[in-house]
T-cell receptor, first 113, second 109 residues
Framework: IAGITQAPTSQILAAGRRMTLRCTQDMRHNAMYWYRQDLGLGLRLIHYSNTAGTTGKGEVPDGYSVSRANTDDFPLTLASAVPSQTSVYFC????????????FGPGTRLTVL | GQNIDQPTEMTATEGAIVQINCTYQ??????LFWYQQHAGEAPTFLSY????GLEEKGRFSSFLSRSKGYSYLLLKELQMKDSASYLC??????????FGAGTTVTVRA
């Protein structure tokens, strides 16, 4: 079934630990995105990648890093988690063509204690 | 700067019509999206407007006025399953989506 998968579904993490959230898409979309969603703030872009081998910073990149070694995978790493990174994280992808509709994965609920 | 506003909550009765307004400010604009998000789930695409006017898609319609920085999503013949959050988002000049905080619509019997 075509789409985007994310892992894990949820995670509780101690502050200071390193964590990688995984995202894989099988739609051969060029662009991929990581968002966090917090109550009252909506979705905010963390990092993005327009094509394999390139990445860029979004609105809230501090404390996060990404890589895009191939078209399908776009992992998000928290090098040293802090409680303010408690959030729901969504990965999304889009084709480079019009109208740049983004398709979202099911999300990862992360709690940092 | 970039800014996008939409009401926090709306309540309507099954079978009724609800209009969710969205206003935005941006220096560059490449279109306006509406997404639906049920509680605990991922956002799903509803509509896209890049030109002024009304786009109709079944029970859902979306309107855009670029000169006014204004859009609305119209939900007709409301059903219980339409209870969800509706996210307004504009595509900026550098092709990044900026989302509003979302409008939670509650449909009552």
């Amino acid at each position: 079934i075509a789409g985007i998968t994310q892992a894990p579904t949820s995670q509780i993490l101690a502050a200071g630990r390193r964590m990688t959230l995984r995202c894989t898409q099988d739609m051969r979309h060029n662009a991929m995105y990581w968002y966090r969603q917090d109550l009252g703030l909506g979705l905010r872009l963390i990092h993005y990648s327009n094509t394999a081998g390139t990445t860029g910073k979004g609105e809230v990149p501090d404390g996060y890093s990404v890589s895009r070694a191939n078209t399908d995978d776009f992992p998000l790493t928290l090098a040293s988690a802090v409680p303010s990174q408690t959030s729901v994280y969504f990965c999304a992808s889009s084709d480079a063509g019009e109208p740049d509709t983004q398709y979202f994965g099911p999300g990862t609920r992360l709690t940092v204690l | 700067g970039q800014n996008i506003d939409q009401p926090t909550e709306m309540t309507a009765t099954e079978g009724a019509i609800v209009q969710i307004n969205c206003t935005y400010q941006t220096s560059g604009f490449n279109g306006l999206f509406w997404y639906q998000q049920h509680a605990g789930e991922a956002p799903t695409f509803l509509s896209y407007n890049v030109l002024d006017g009304l786009e109709e898609k079944g029970r859902f319609s979306s309107f855009l006025s670029r000169s006014k920085g204004y859009s609305y999503l119209l939900l007709k013949e409301l059903q219980m399953k339409d209870s969800a959050s509706y996210l307004c988002a504009f595509l900026s000049g550098d092709y990044k989506l900026s989302f509003g905080a979302g409008t939670t619509v509650t449909v009552r019997a």
